[in-house]
């Protein structure tokens, strides 16, 4: 069965702190790999994955991606009250030509002034 | 741009009754999908249309039906509605070729 993991479930950390958040998948038909920001409403996209080790970056956020290992990180630099949020992580995967997502349970995020 | 749209925001329900959820986009996108989201179950995949005309079973389809209108509507329908529905439900659309999701601003539905 298809599944996206995401580790730790929550984390509190302080302002200015860097935090690391982790998703491991098993995917049978592995096309890509995207990070979403949900604050209080609908997700919004930060990154797509595609290939091994190369990172994407977005200001103080970046991400990579390792398809032998089946994992990927996404780090934020210099934790903000404003990043506080749930991050989720989901997975692409490619049946028959119909894309879906499998999405993991996400990463609360509390960052403390 | 508006995006992705549904209405209504916020649904009470008794059990028994029955409801659609409506979505409509503006994006010109091909593919449309329904999701809920529970506490410490993420977003589970309910019903997704690939194309107009096209609709597909996901992960959690039991209890629910859908419609693929035309190309930017896409609506879900709970014809009985149930305590274990009580959810917040999201629709998305993507562009074929199109980088994740756009998503809608939810629908928060309790059934009593």
């Known amino acids: 069965e298809d599944k996206v993991v995401q580790s730790p479930l929550s984390l509190v950390v302080h302002e200015g702190d860097t935090v690391t958040l982790n998703c491991s998948y098993e995917v049978t038909n592995f096309r890509s790999l995207l990070w979403y920001k949900q604050e209080k409403k609908a997700p919004t996209f930060l990154f797509m994955l595609t290939s091994s080790g190369i990172e994407k970056k977005s200001g103080r956020l970046s991400s990579i991606l390792d398809k032998k290992e089946l994992f990927s990180i996404l780090n934020i630099t210099a934790t903000q009250t404003g990043d506080s949020a749930v991050y989720l992580c989901?997975?692409?995967?490619?049946?028959?030509?119909?894309?879906?997502?499998?999405f993991g349970t996400g990463t609360r995020l509390k960052v403390l002034a | 741009n508006a995006g992705v749209t549904q209405t209504p925001k916020f649904q009470v329900l008794k059990t028994g009754q029955s409801m659609t959820l409506q979505c409509a986009q503006d994006?010109?996108?091909?593919?449309m999908y329904w999701y809920r989201q529970d506490p410490g179950m993420g977003l589970r995949l309910i019903y997704y249309?690939?194309?107009?005309?096209?609709?597909d079973k996901g992960e959690v389809p039991n209890g629910y039906n859908v419609s693929r209108l035309n190309k930017r509507e896409f609506s879900l329908r709970l014809e009985s509605a149930a305590p274990s529905q009580t959810s917040v439900y999201f629709c998305a659309s993507r562009s074929s070729g199109g980088a994740g999701y756009t998503f809608g601003s939810g629908t928060r539905l309790t059934v009593v």
């Open positions: 249309s690939a194309s107009e005309g096209t609709t």
């Open positions: 989901a997975v692409q995967e490619d049946t028959s030509g119909t894309y879906k997502y499998i």
């Open positions: 994006m010109n996108h091909n593919s």
